[in-house]
């Protein structure tokens, strides 16, 4: 089975700080995604990557960057966090193509 | 950015009910899929579609994907308290890769 593992299930910064959500996954997988879930809203893309030190810009980037350095692991930062971005983030991996996204448990971020 | 409209938002159906949920959307998707969360969980696949008309059957859950690719609906059949969650419906692009979510539909079955 996919295993997509996301550091923190529960997470509490202040306003100001930078933050870092970790993901890491198991399967190899080329394509990885950063998520944030609303209620009301759906989930919606923050940034993806393709590969390795590949990103792309998602729908709602503002405020947020990436990093993938290795294959496994793919990092979304906060600069500098803000109380907007109180949310659930899911991070999710996939091989390629048409195959299905599998995603971590979420992380629950509030800022304060 | 295409737009996935997914109704309705909330339903809550006794035990033994049928059900539909439906996804609409003005743009054409390559395939659709279905995915189900579960609080403190991420959304787990359920089914994707790929071609116009098809119909897909998970137990008591059918899945169609519209004839021009552009909607597609849930049918739960007799529904079960463990049907309870969040289903969130997800196009493909025909370019790229990317996933574009629905609002979702939380759907709670009273025994």
């Known amino acids: 089975d996919v295993k997509v593992t996301q550091s923190s299930r529960y997470l509490v910064k202040r306003t100001g700080e930078k933050v870092f959500l970790e993901c890491v996954q198991d399967m190899d997988h080329e394509n990885m995604f950063w998520y944030r879930q609303d209620p009301g809203l759906g989930l919606r893309l923050i940034y993806f990557?393709?590969?390795?030190?590949?990103?792309e810009k998602g729908d709602i980037p503002e405020g947020y960057s990436v990093s993938r350095e290795k294959k496994e692991r793919f990092s979304l930062i906060l600069e500098s966090a803000s109380t907007n971005q109180t949310s659930m983030y899911l991070c999710a991996s996939r091989r390629g193509g048409q195959q299905p996204q599998h995603f971590g448990d979420g992380t629950r971020l509030s800022i304060l | 950015t295409q737009l996935l409209e997914q109704s309705p938002q909330f339903l809550s159906i006794q035990e033994g009910e049928n059900l539909t949920v439906y996804c609409n959307s003005s743009?054409?998707?390559?395939?659709l899929q279905w995915y189900r969360q579960e609080p403190g969980e991420g959304p787990v696949l359920l089914v994707t579609v790929v071609t116009g008309g098809e119909v897909k059957k998970l137990k008591r859950l059918t899945f169609q994907f519209g004839d021009a690719r552009k909607d597609s609906s849930l049918h739960i059949t007799a529904a079960q308290p463990g049907d309870t969650g969040l289903y969130l419906c997800?196009?493909?692009?025909?370019?790229?890769?990317?996933?574009?979510f629905g609002e979702g539909t939380q759907l709670t079955v009273n025994p």
């Open positions: 743009s054409v998707f390559s395939s």
């Open positions: 990557s393709y590969d390795v030190k590949m990103k």
């Open positions: 997800a196009g493909k692009e025909t370019s790229g890769s990317r996933l574009t």
